[in-house]
């Protein structure tokens, strides 16, 4: 006996549902329903977000605009720019020491992948370690074989080829510092190649007052800003102790309780005016890959919000997270693109901006341009994932595969 055509029709309506093929490969859209990531357009990812409660896959951003790249040349402390915390610190990394390594991950892809999708800061924790200076977790101040990542100068090389390739890019590092190697940091950055692109520490703008415009600092070539935890290495290696040039909010759980926002220690208060960098962190103290898209999709919005006020109106100009691609579609880079699209321009989103306009001319995106309070493809290698996220579509398949063959099965008998 042959199946009934009705099971067929929807064993078929369940294989092959209508909304993953509503467009055409390398094409589909954000939010549109996707089934790999070849269906999705230059810059996003076929993904889900089960945390939301957002299984099935759809087309998610994973690319950042770059702010420049629409409004140019303002002083470089205006624009909004996209930090990986803990940018080292890659799921899936090889182990460089031969042992396996326990410890938490911070992000998914290469640093030459995060900064060709837009990163434009990099955290980094650096250590005295195998009589070299390594990417490190530590317990108690120190690194061991089992959460050492891989010696710094690899994650220098990558980001001094980012800088040779595109030269009107700034990149800043932020370094948690435990290296206590004479000139240690010195020797690091120019063995990496660095140091031809170094801001000089004596030009970076001190007590609140203006930094250069972007376009200055890529024509004097000052495109690579380094900061450092300790404050000694200033005098003895000219890197800029951190909290002299930059406020900062908590890390870590303290720093996403919601409408909250305290500085962290070693910073002046938020509304201080004392620097003219602020730095937002926005990531739990434990991370959790695939509660990475809900925080970034649910509350940073409003963590913005809260720190915007809790800095007396001042804007962000680093937000740092875990995970950074993780969303239930636009995340961060939307967040973003609203904080620049505010600051820049006085429009909801940067892409909205007109060079040469006045605040408030905003281009038709398709959304409001009002200005809001902030609560209010091609797979090409740029967009990487542990894979995580596709593996709830590939065993659902699998699942509505079986049982069609055994309903196939009792329908024929």
């Known amino acids: 006996m042959e199946p009934k055509p009705l099971f067929l029709l929807l064993c078929i309506a369940l294989l092959f549902p209508s909304s993953t093929a509503s467009c055409s490969p390398?094409?589909?859209?954000?939010?549109?329903?996707?089934?790999?990531?070849?269906?999705?357009?230059?810059?996003?990812?076929?993904?889900?977000?089960?945390?939301?409660?957002?299984?099935?896959?759809?087309?998610?951003?994973?690319?950042?605009?770059?702010?420049?790249?629409?409004?140019?040349?303002?002083?470089?402390?205006?624009?909004?720019?996209?930090?990986?915390?803990?940018?080292?610190?890659?799921?899936?990394?090889?182990?460089?020491?031969?042992?396996?390594?326990?410890?938490?991950?911070?992000?998914?892809?290469?640093?030459?992948?995060?900064?060709?999708?837009?990163?434009?800061?990099?955290?980094?924790?650096?250590?005295?370690?195998?009589?070299?200076?390594?990417?490190?977790?530590?317990?108690?101040?120190?690194?061991?074989?089992?959460?050492?990542?891989?010696?710094?100068?690899?994650?220098?090389?990558?980001?001094?080829?980012?800088?040779?390739?595109?030269?009107?890019?700034?990149?800043?590092?932020?370094?948690?510092?435990y290296v206590h190697a004479p000139k240690g940091l010195t020797k690091l950055f120019m063995n990496a190649g660095l140091v031809k692109y170094w801001y000089p520490v004596s030009e970076m703008p001190t007590n609140g007052r203006e930094w250069p415009s972007v376009t200055d600092m890529a024509v004097k070539n000052h495109r690579l800003l380094v900061f450092t935890s300790d404050a000694s290495k200033e005098a003895d290696e000219g890197i800029a102790y951190q909290w002299r040039y930059m406020l900062e909010n908590e890390p870590g759980d303290p720093g996403i309780v919601p409408a909250s926002c305290p500085n962290r220690k070693e910073s002046q208060p938020l509304n201080s005016r004392y620097a003219s960098l602020f730095l937002q962190n926005y990531f739990p103290t434990i991370p959790v890959e695939n509660e990475a898209c809900k925080e970034h999709s649910l509350g940073l919005a409003e963590m913005v919000d809260a720190c915007y006020k809790a800095a007396g109106n001042l804007m962000p100009n680093f937000v740092a997270v875990n995970f950074y691609m993780r969303s239930d579609g636009r995340g961060v880079f939307d967040i973003q693109d609203r904080m620049n699209g505010i600051n820049l321009c006085g429009c909801s989103t940067v892409t909205a901006c007109q060079a040469g306009a006045p605040s408030g001319s905003c281009k038709n995106t398709g959304a409001s341009n009002r200005t809001p309070t902030i609560n209010g493809g091609t797979f090409s290698g740029y967009v990487q994932l542990s894979g995580s996220t596709l593996r709830f579509h590939f065993y659902d398949l699998l699942v509505i595969n079986l049982l069609c063959a055994f309903l196939m099965i009792v329908f024929s008998l």
């Not at 140019?72 to 940018?87: A, E, I």
């Not at 800088?163 to 800043?172: A, D, R, W």
Request: net charge negative; hydrophobic share 30%.
């Open 26 to 177: 390398r094409s589909c859209k954000l939010l549109d329903s996707c089934s790999t990531a070849d269906d999705c357009a230059p810059g996003l990812y076929c993904g889900t977000c089960p945390a939301s409660g957002k299984t099935r896959p759809s087309c998610t951003r994973g690319r950042a605009t770059v702010p420049t790249s629409i409004v140019k040349g303002l002083p470089f402390n205006k624009y909004t720019w996209l930090v990986t915390h803990n940018s080292f610190s890659i799921v899936n990394e090889t182990s460089y020491t031969g042992v396996q390594r326990i410890t938490f991950y911070n992000q998914e892809d290469t640093v030459t992948n995060q900064l060709r999708n837009g990163v434009r800061g990099l955290m980094l924790d650096m250590y005295d370690f195998k009589d070299d200076i390594w990417l490190c977790h530590s317990l108690q101040g120190r690194c061991y074989d089992f959460t050492a990542f891989e010696p710094a100068i690899n994650t220098l090389r990558e980001v001094e080829a980012f800088l040779t390739e595109n030269p009107s890019e700034i990149v800043t590092i932020i370094i948690e510092d």
